[in-house]
């Protein structure tokens, strides 16, 4: 017998209601048999452990129409969907709550709004402007409800504005098609029901009902949370093999390169880091204890004591600090420095290829060799001894995409909100990749509209609109944030770097040093250190690009590929810079933003980094263009001259050293009798940026004292400009020399009330010298200035020099 309409009510433990919902519906269809033909009420129980199966079965015995789907264990609201549409045999097929909260008569409406347009799914809405909410249901709910429906809507079917209403209208073939691919068995059914007619094509239409909230609902607030997991269930289904093997794969490689710093976590140090790794494990430690103790994230006196450090206005990651202080308080520090640097490279690879593979080529391995240079391009391989704001730039690809979608113009609230979100926590990832790929952004933009005109004319009112909303989201969120860095204590103007420090021209032809074709002799005369050689591509690598780009000359993307990285190289040469192997110097055009405000801190070099994801990106479309081409011969040679260009630069592991111990009288807590209440540690000589090996000894036992000097960004004179380190002092500064020399000046009185005066303005508790370089001319130049020897403690010598000297 043909059916013309299925009736599905999924029920547990309904036994105070079921029997008026089924006289109801049965009701309503028998009211207009011309309208709704043959008819079918099926009722499925989800092992109900009342009365709910009885009340059904005596239904049936009354109307013939009705069937009983049993189940002899409670799945959830998805099972018993499923098995009740599947059951199914109606042309149309209506699924509705137990305890009807949409009435039955607003089928009426959906089925005039499946039969009046092309649509394959007509669902009731309470979402809707003309919907009507006669009970509501309690706020607390409620806005938990709507809260839910926006994530659902931002994450897994767009434009849909209620799922979860319980009240839909499908067509019957096309709803047993998707139930049978369903996998979930709970809430979430709604939304992978939806997914499935969306990724069909079968459109869907949002219809206002009428509704009221009816006590005894089976919703209870976990359920929300299930919900959730439910959706990242159905995200992961939709996940290809082949992106988990490239995945794996990036992942793979970026463990491979920090294989020796894995290798040894309480010693390995990565050999090119200078002090780094202790700053940077000095962050994750003081951000970690921050949080933990209540205290604020953006300021802390363990270093450059008394003054203080602004943390805001230094690198450290708030955006993955703050998150990974259970790591951090569980397993260390260097816990997680390593899982930062690997994880975060992996994940950066990871989200070049699926912008890559999403927007730009066919192939998704093609994809995966463009995203892996993007993110271990040599430049970002240098940035992966020290500096992970440089590496972990995972947020940038999805910036990037969000920023394309605007100027799609299907959702300009939406992805201007999202884009504002991105963007703010891209800054407490690192403002000045940010920065860069800002620049990197514009150039491309500009270029490609110039190649372009109508799609930036349809582009134009849409992105200014996402743009202007992006900006009223970001900036109250960044405002404080901002304001404490750039007006706070120990805020600072611009950074000093050096006069010029842009690439060399030689610098794009050269191999860096982890390059499996370079040599740190080679690269380090063209670098600023091992951790800023911001090109070294390579000149097989520049050569490729060069043909790739004549080759692909006619796509306006290519066109505006090759100026971006152009105009990124360009700039990176400084405000001025010298034509090798000639005495010819020509101002660059850095000159232009060398002195404004936000640049006048960025080191020039780094520009040229820009041109990573550039060269991915031709990369990969050349590579998408050679997998599918017809003539081997021309394969074969495209596919050798991309590996030859690719080989020189594939990354070496990074080396590790040993780091030194810390001393016993650290470890052991011997400190705490030299220091009272507000004092600090005076190492021998202060750490600076060149030596920091005292912010190591306070990350690995706890940060349980404040030392004087430091490595960090604080300002420095009356126009507080920026500087690496506390601001200097006579005494600091006599020590660093006597390191540095071996020489012993000499001390009279001057030097020595010159360093009483410096210790007072430290508020010293004590004084400690390591052994070390030229310890020796160290240990009798304080000998000099204190009028003391040392006293040998812990394995350092030690001088008591706090106010309480004598009460310990």
């Known amino acids: 017998m043909s059916v013309d309409l299925s009736v599905v009510v999924p029920a547990y433990n309904e036994e105070g209601r079921l029997r008026p919902t089924l006289d109801a519906i049965c009701a309503h269809l028998r009211a207009e048999p011309g309208r709704w033909g043959e008819w079918e009420l099926l009722v499925v129980d989800d092992g109900s452990t009342d009365a709910t199966a009885r009340i059904a079965k005596e239904a049936a015995a009354a109307e013939p129409r009705i069937q009983l789907v049993s189940s002899d264990d409670n799945r959830g609201k998805g099972s018993a ?74 994450v897994a079917v767009p434009g849909i ?53 009816q006590a005894g609902s089976k919703v209870r607030p976990l359920d929300y949370g299930r919900v959730l997991l439910e959706l990242v269930m159905l995200r992961a289904r939709t996940v290809r093999r082949v992106d988990l093997a490239v995945v794996g ?88 420095w390593a899982l930062v640097l690997t994880l975060g490279l992996a994940a950066t690879a990871s989200a070049w290829y699926w912008l890559i593979a999403r927007r730009l080529v066919r ?52 992805d201007g909100v999202l884009l504002g979100l991105f963007s703010t926590y891209q800054i407490f990832l690192g403002e000045e990749p940010l920065l860069l790929a800002s620049i990197g952004m514009l150039f491309f933009a500009l270029s490609y509209a110039v190649v372009r005109r109508d799609v930036a004319r349809a582009a134009l009112r849409p992105l200014l609109r996402g743009l202007a909303i992006a900006a009223a989201v970001c900036l109250p969120l960044v405002a404080f944030p901002l304001g404490w860095q750039f007006l706070g204590p120990q805020s600072y103007k611009s950074v000093l770097h050096g006069d010029n420090m842009g690439n060399s021209p030689l610098a794009f032809l050269e191999f860096a040093g982890r390059s499996l074709a370079g040599s740190d002799e080679g690269a380090d005369p063209l670098a600023f250190n091992r951790t800023e050689q911001n090109a070294f591509y390579g000149w097989p690598l520049v050569a490729l690009a060069t043909a790739i780009v004549v080759r692909l000359w006619r796509l306006a993307l290519v066109k505006a590929l090759a100026f971006t990285g152009l105009a990124a190289a360009l700039l990176s040469l400084g405000p001025k810079f010298r034509i090798p192997y000639t005495d010819i110097v020509l101002p660059g055009p850095w000159r232009a933003l060398a002195h404004q405000p936000l640049f006048e801190s960025v080191i020039e070099s780094r ?30 040679v495209g596919l050798a001259a991309v590996a030859a260009a690719l080989l020189p630069v594939v990354p070496t592991s990074y080396p590790v050293r040993e780091r030194s111990e810390v001393p016993a009288f650290i470890t052991e807590g011997t400190y705490r009798r030299y220091l009272a209440d507000g004092e600090s540690v005076v190492t021998v000589p202060l750490p600076t940026p060149g030596s920091a090996e005292a912010l190591h000894w306070q990350s690995a036992t706890g940060l349980g004292f404040s030392v004087a000097g430091g490595y960090f960004n604080g300002p420095w004179g009356p126009e507080r400009m920026g500087i690496y380190g506390a601001t200097p002092r006579h005494t600091s500064n006599l020590l660093n020399d006597v390191r540095n020399s071996g020489n012993v000046p000499d001390i009279g009185p001057n030097w020595q009330a010159q360093a009483r005066f410096d210790l007072k303005a430290w508020k010293a508790g004590v004084v400690v010298l390591e052994p070390q370089y030229n310890m020796q001319a160290l240990y009798t130049t304080v000998v000099k200035l204190l009028g003391q020897p040392g006293k040998r403690v812990g394995g350092v010598w030690v001088w008591d020099v706090g106010t309480s000297k004598g009460a310990r």
């Not at 149309?92 to 949409?102: C, G, H």
């Not at 939304?191 to 009428?210: K, M």
């Not at 060269?615 to 003539?631: C, K, N, S, W, Y």
Request: hydrophobic share 50%; net charge positive; proline share 5%.
């Open 81 to 154: 969907l499923r098995r009740g549409v599947l059951a199914s045999y109606g042309k149309r097929v209506l699924i509705t709550d137990a305890d009807l909260a949409t009435p039955i008569e607003e089928l009426d409406r959906l089925d005039k709004q499946l039969g009046a347009e092309d649509s394959a799914a007509a669902i009731g809405s309470r979402a809707h402007p003309d919907a009507r909410i006669e009970v509501h249901q309690r706020r607390m709910r409620e806005w938990l409800g709507r809260m839910g429906n926006r994530l659902i809507r931002a």
């Open 161 to 213: 504005h209620d799922t979860q209403c319980g009240f839909k209208l499908f067509d019957g073939d096309k709803a047993r098609a998707a139930f049978a691919d369903s996998r979930l068995d709970g809430w979430g059914i709604d939304v992978e029901i939806l997914r499935f007619f969306r990724h069909r094509g079968w459109p869907v239409t949002e219809v206002p009902v009428r509704w009221s909230h």
């Open 249 to 336: 794969l990036l992942l793979l490689a970026s463990v491979l390169l920090y294989k020796g710093l894995w290798a040894d976590l309480d010693r390995g140090y990565l050999a090119d880091a200078g002090q780094d790794q202790n700053q940077w494990e000095w962050f994750f430690a003081v951000t970690a204890d921050n949080v933990v103790h209540l205290r604020n994230p953006l300021f802390t006196t363990l270093q450059g004591f008394p003054d203080g450090v602004n943390l805001m206005a230094n690198t450290v990651m708030l955006g993955l600090s703050v998150p990974l202080t259970p790591v951090t308080l569980l397993f260390g520090p260097t816990v997680t």
């Open 363 to 414: 192939n998704r391995w093609a994809a995966a060799l463009g995203g892996a240079f993007a993110a271990f391009a040599p430049p970002m391989i240098s940035h992966g001894n020290a500096h992970p704001n440089f590496l972990v730039l995972f947020m940038i690809p999805v910036i990037v995409d969000r920023a394309l979608r605007l100027c799609e113009g299907r959702d300009p609230v939406r």
């Open 607 to 636: 520009v040229a980094m820009i041109c990573a994801p550039v060269l991915g990106v031709l990369i990969a479309l050349a590579a998408d263009r050679l997998l599918v081409t017809r003539g081997r011969v021309n394969q074969v």
